[in-house]
Nanobody, 130 residues
């Protein structure tokens, strides 16, 4: 059974940093795509960052503005999201998502769609105070 387990969330002041982790287990093969999404109360889930295994492609939401970095460690079956210069607007539940499908040619335009991913974690809460 595939499992994605997030950790690393917490409460920080504006300007602080957090590193989220997503440990994957139970896979019979390698995920081709993995991503981080977030959802704030009353808002839709939005893509934060996506990673495609072939070519080590990385994609970010416009709101990231160079503050976050997505990193995948295949040896540890772990996906990370390093978040710096956090703002109160970053407060949300953060989710890890993954999929086995091969969609290299379209991933650049679909990485931030929830429908791209078949597997999801339970989320980790990030709260940024001003």
């Amino acid at each position: 059974q595939v499992r994605l387990v997030e950790s690393g969330g917490g409460s920080v002041q504006a300007g602080g940093s957090l590193r989220l982790s997503c440990v994957c287990s139970g896979m019979s093969g390698r995920f081709n795509s993995m991503a981080w999404f977030r959802q704030a109360p009353g808002k839709e889930r939005e893509g934060v960052a996506g990673h495609y295994y072939t070519g080590d492609g990385r994609y970010y939401g416009d709101f990231v503005k160079g503050r976050f970095s997505i990193v995948r460690d295949e040896a540890k079956n772990t996906l990370y999201l390093q978040m710096n210069s956090l703002e109160p607007e970053d407060t949300a539940m953060y989710y890890c998502a993954a999929d086995f499908s091969s969609r290299w040619s379209s991933y650049g335009s679909t990485w931030n769609l929830a429908s791209t991913y078949s597997f999801w974690g339970q989320g980790t809460q990030v709260t940024v105070s001003s």
